[in-house]
């Protein structure tokens, strides 16, 4: 509303002569809300009046919201929705790192096309000569134990890329504790434990006493497990001309054929490596314990008493996490296993053995996870129990790739590589002890050998 003795001006000159009307002025500024709401009349009254006006002030705002939108100064630290389709998704997953080294080269590299021209030794145009220019500015910086590797940083969008696409069909990647490495070597902490018999976390004792009776120190045992970076090198060769005239079919190769190389090779490792200078994989750790086979058991076979007794084995506490771990070759054992009952017997896994439908993809309510990347039947490891909450990955959040068209100069091919830094190994270091009972319990359980 106007100030009750103020009219509120039809025009430019009614509203000169109220301001140099000394009453008026005095009743108009008597306080900021009598000087508000005079603004506010007069202009509601011009708008009313003159359409052009709020045409005006609406391509005036639309004008200064879309100088701010390009300003990307303004906007700095504002996570934006991209909805250009043609761009690469806004890595804001768990596996993106914002604090990664490659996360500076983001803005400058959006997706695998741009990267690859910009990097390839072949290329020489200006753009990727500039590009090149200043993308070698932190090449080298990742090799922290190696810098003589070379090669040029992957954009930390583009390598959590890599690693989303490569988590769909990881076995160890997908389930286990992944640890940010900030440098060469991280120490994880662990508590020592090696039996619940007499106390709990390595040292932890528990006792009833009287009132005021004197009480018995007691402290757990800390240890710390090292992860150090080891090296992990994915290596092809590509015909030129993909880089000459086919950047799009070499930027869905990268999409999808590396992650998958990526996932093959880490699991590989996280499963059965042997630690030196490489992941230590589950398999092959201390803490593992193995379930011996049944007397007389035929080389080869899986009986149902071998699956009870692995599951019998499983940390407590680990059960409802656990995941059996099979080679797929061990599927025709599972099918056909069966329960003997004095003269008789059933199958304990299919059901009414019909045929009919998917098989089922649980045992003993816990999911199978098939694979090719464990031992084959009949061997130890070729179906395991595992708890991957006890298996540590180590994520050196960083990797680079090189390419070299003189290597292979003669088949006009470019050899290309990318190096990962990673490690792995289990968390604790021996199987339990129970509280009662003698068979030691553990995270990683496997059937041993029937041969």
């Known amino acids: 509303m106007a100030t009750p003795t103020v009219a509120v001006p039809r025009d430019a000159d009614e509203l000169a002569e109220a301001l140099g009307d000394t009453s008026s002025l005095k009743a108009i500024v008597k306080s900021p809300e009598t000087l508000k709401?005079?603004?506010l009349d007069y202009a509601k009254g011009q708008s009313r009046s003159d359409d052009s006006i709020e045409t005006q002030i609406r391509e005036e705002t639309q004008r200064q919201f879309a100088d701010?939108?390009?300003?990307?100064k303004l906007l700095?630290?504002?996570?934006?929705?991209?909805?250009d389709p043609t761009a690469p998704p806004v890595a804001r997953s768990k596996h993106y790192n914002p604090k990664a080294p490659g996360a500076a080269l983001d803005k400058q590299f959006g997706n695998w096309g741009d990267f690859l021209a910009a990097t390839w030794q072949g290329a020489n145009t200006q753009e990727s000569l500039t590009a090149r220019s200043d993308i070698k500015k932190i090449q080298n910086a990742f090799g922290s134990s190696v810098p003589s590797d070379g090669g040029f940083l992957i954009p930390e969008a583009l390598r959590a890329e890599?690693?989303?696409v490569a988590l769909e069909m990881a076995v160890v990647r997908a389930r286990a504790r992944v640890v940010p490495m900030e440098s060469l070597m991280v120490p994880y902490p662990m508590i020592d434990s090696t039996s619940n018999a007499s106390s709990v976390h390595g040292g932890i004792v528990g006792y009833w006493t009287e009132e005021g009776g004197t009480l018995t120190d007691s402290s757990p045992t800390f240890g710390r497990i090292e992860l150090q970076a080891k090296k992990l090198t994915l290596y092809s060769e590509i015909p030129n001309e993909l880089f000459q005239d086919s950047i799009i079919s070499l930027e869905q190769f990268?999409?999808?054929?590396?992650?998958e190389a990526l996932a093959w090779f880490e699991d590989v490792a996280f499963i059965d490596g042997n630690g030196v200078g490489q992941p230590l994989g589950f398999l092959n750790a201390p803490a593992a314990v193995s379930v011996a086979k049944e007397s007389g058991q035929t080389a080869g076979t899986i009986l149902w008493e071998n699956i009870v007794k692995a599951y019998s084995r499983m940390l407590p506490a680990s059960i409802g996490r656990a995941v059996w771990v099979a080679h797929i070759d061990t599927f025709p054992e599972l099918a056909t296993m069966a329960l003997s009952v004095g003269t008789g017997g059933s199958a304990v896994w299919i059901g009414n053995g019909d045929g009919a439908g998917a098989p089922p993809v649980t045992i003993l309510g816990r999911p199978v996870v098939w694979t090719e990347k464990v031992s084959s039947v009949g061997t130890a490891g070729d179906i395991n129990f595992v708890d991957f909450g006890y298996y540590l990955i180590g994520d050196r959040q960083a990797m680079q790739s090189a390419t070299s068209t003189e290597f292979?100069?003669?088949?006009?091919?470019?050899?290309?590589?990318?190096?990962?830094?990673?490690?792995?190994t289990p968390w604790i270091k021996s199987a339990i002890t129970p509280r009662k009972g003698s068979n030691t319990l553990s995270p990683f359980v496997k059937v041993a050998t029937r041969a």
Request: aromatic share 8%.
């Open 162 to 164: 890599l690693l989303r």
């Open 76 to 83: 700095n630290g504002i996570n934006r929705l991209n909805l």
């Open 37 to 39: 709401d005079f603004i």
């Open 68 to 72: 701010i939108l390009r300003n990307d």
């Open 254 to 259: 990268m999409n999808e054929s590396y992650p």
């Open 408 to 424: 292979k100069f003669g088949n006009d091919k470019t050899a290309m590589r990318v190096i990962e830094r990673v490690d792995g």
